[in-house]
């Protein structure tokens, strides 16, 4: 089962605009972390936020966390035809903090048209 | 070095068959994971690696599935009689170690393909 819904499911917007993805998850995390995928393979690690950050910057991304909307979202800031991607969030499997693999949400398809 | 490398990056095979999927992870990571990616889904956690055990294997879908890791680096994913639900692709992943706050770095993935 996935336990994040990224929204919207595809966006297009013109280069140089901003971007912003949501995703939404269930249970408690320990952290939430965000990848990007070109073509349907290899994901690519963009940011990780920990539960008790509520912002983080990377270059051109910002990531917030709202633990109590158990919700998160990712900016790109002015956008550039190479960030044409799938866009997904990531939770631990578990809420112990234990060594576990992610739970990806469904992704959202981001055009960044010319 | 060199990222986690999959090998064969497609496979075709027929239903029924048995097929053999390797990672080869980053030089030094314990922690290995493999994951399932249906067309338009997230990638779905199977299995996970500390080392040469299997840590967690509470996402493999039944029996005709299974990994192995015996030196603690390069695992394989094996499949027996597999189905045509089977075909997705299957990306594996190496972090430094199984702390949940360890980045995971994916390989490009097997695409299988069962006719």
């Known amino acids: 089962s996935q336990q994040g819904e990224e929204d919207p499911q595809a966006l297009s917007i013109q280069e140089g605009e901003n971007a912003t993805m949501n995703c939404s998850y269930k249970?408690?995390?320990?952290?939430l972390q965000w990848y990007r995928q070109n073509s349907g393979r290899g994901l690519v690690h963009l940011i990780l936020?920990?539960?008790?950050?509520r912002e983080k910057h990377s270059g051109r991304l910002r990531v917030t966390l709202d633990t109590s909307k158990k919700s998160s979202s990712l900016l790109i800031t002015a956008s550039r035809a190479a960030d044409t991607a799938s866009y997904f969030c990531?939770?631990?499997?578990?809420?112990?903090?234990?060594?576990?693999?992610?739970?990806f949400g469904k992704g959202t398809h981001l055009i960044i048209q010319p | 070095g060199a990222g986690v490398s999959q090998t064969p990056s497609n496979k075709v095979t027929e239903k029924g068959k048995y097929v053999e999927l390797r990672c080869d992870p980053i030089?030094?990571?314990?922690?290995l994971y493999w994951y399932r990616q249906s067309l338009g889904q997230g990638p779905e956690f199977l299995i996970y690696?500390?080392?040469?055990?299997?840590?967690?294997d509470s996402g493999l879908p039944n029996d005709r599935f299974f990994a192995v890791r015996p030196e603690g680096s390069v695992s394989t994913l094996k499949i027996q009689r597999t189905e045509r639900g089977d075909s997705a692709v299957y990306l594996c992943?190496?972090?430094?170690?199984?702390?949940?706050?360890?980045?995971?770095?994916f390989g490009a993935g097997t695409r299988l393909s069962v006719l």
């Open positions: 936020i920990r539960s008790n950050e």
């Open positions: 690696f500390q080392g040469t055990g299997a840590a967690d």
């Open positions: 249970t408690s995390i320990n952290n």
């Open positions: 992943a190496s972090s430094l170690s199984g702390n949940a706050k360890n980045i995971q770095y």
């Open positions: 990531a939770t631990d499997l578990r809420s112990g903090g234990g060594a576990d693999g992610l739970t």
């Open positions: 030089s030094g990571h314990t922690a």
